[in-house]
């Protein structure tokens, strides 16, 4: 149980509800902000203004997804107020005080790192990530029907990467009777794609393997789909991005060339926000306790 932790819970989506509801069932003491569009009535919380004073005793704060943007802007759809996380918040913020997030931008990290506050991001989590990989798969083939005239199913589909995202979408396309093809870097990766039935190439051979491929999916954060691989994608072929921002995708040469492509990003909270909301808690509740538990064992 959460029992005498002090959470505040600042902005977010719909995903934060499903963890508001998980921390007052833990008995935590939650405050949230960001939420005065909501009429949802959230028993045993208390909704309140974003000041330094309300971190005060917090033993966590929680922000959305994404942290905060660039300059400490912290989403948060279910209010018309901007929130922004700055120097004065984290200072009031005890030492013994965490931040956790899914995943954080360096203002975010400088931040913390200047206050000394420990900051947690919930996506590093293998465990996190690959419950999240699930909605994320969902809404990458939901992407793709959207998107594209022909069945999943028949359909040639390229996955680069196949880390805990691109392992389950890949899994996801076979079961839809996709021919899959899986771009990797490593021998032992390329071992395990032979193993699971997909056919596997080096990403050295990208360019090449454009060649035929109906979906291509990429999964890699760094610039892999280059205009060299795009001029040999058929023209009716499409890009899926789920590569965090900025992607691996020239999306000035897939126009150029009218080749659709699209970053995809955030789609366990689109498709599936109960579900990644539950993920999220179940992370973040985990951190805590065990964070907690460190702090009692420390003389
Ligand atoms: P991951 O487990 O680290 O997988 C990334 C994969 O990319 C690994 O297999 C890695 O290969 C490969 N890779 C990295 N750099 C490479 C390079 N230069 N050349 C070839 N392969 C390379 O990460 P993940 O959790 O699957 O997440 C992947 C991306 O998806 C991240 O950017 C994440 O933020 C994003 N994401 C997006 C959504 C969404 O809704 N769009 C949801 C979840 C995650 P090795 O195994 O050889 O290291």
């Known amino acids: 149980m959460l029992t005498g932790v002090e959470v505040v819970l600042a902005g977010g989506d719909a995903r934060q509800l499903e963890v508001i509801q998980k921390l007052t069932e833990m008995d935590a003491s939650v405050s949230i902000v960001g939420f005065d569009r909501l009429d949802t009535p959230f028993p045993g919380v208390s909704k309140a203004e974003w000041t330094p004073e309300l971190l005060r005793a917090a033993d966590a704060l929680l922000l959305p997804a994404v942290g905060t943007d660039d300059d400490g802007t912290i989403a948060a759809v279910f209010t018309d107020r901007e929130l922004k996380l700055s120097d004065p918040f984290l200072e009031a913020m005890p030492k013994w005080g965490k931040v956790y997030t899914g995943m954080a931008k360096p203002y975010l990290r400088r931040l913390c790192e200047k206050h000394q506050i420990g900051l947690v991001e919930l996506f590093e989590r293998d465990d996190v990530a690959i419950y999240n990989s699930i909605p994320t798969a969902e809404g990458a ?159």
Request: charged letters at 20%; one cysteine or more.
């Open 141 to 299: 083939v939901m992407m793709a029907i959207q998107n594209t005239d022909i069945t999943i199913h028949g359909s040639t589909c390229i996955v680069l990467g196949l880390g805990r995202t691109g392992m389950t979408l890949a899994r996801t396309l076979q079961g839809l009777g996709a021919k899959v093809k899986a771009g990797v870097r490593r021998e032992e990766t390329f071992a395990r794609a032979f193993e699971m039935g997909y056919e596997p190439f080096y990403i050295a051979d990208l360019a090449r393997q454009a060649e035929g491929c109906d979906l291509l999916f990429n999964t890699i954060p760094n610039m892999i789909i280059t205009a060299q691989v795009i001029s040999r994608l058929p023209l009716n072929a499409v890009i899926i991005d789920l590569a965090s921002k900025p992607g691996g995708t020239d999306f000035r040469f897939a126009e150029k060339r009218g080749i659709k492509a699209m970053l995809a990003p955030g789609l366990p909270g689109i498709v599936a926000p109960k579900t990644a909301g539950r993920i999220i808690a179940n992370g973040l509740i985990q951190m805590i306790l065990e964070d907690s538990r460190q702090r009692g064992e420390q003389p």
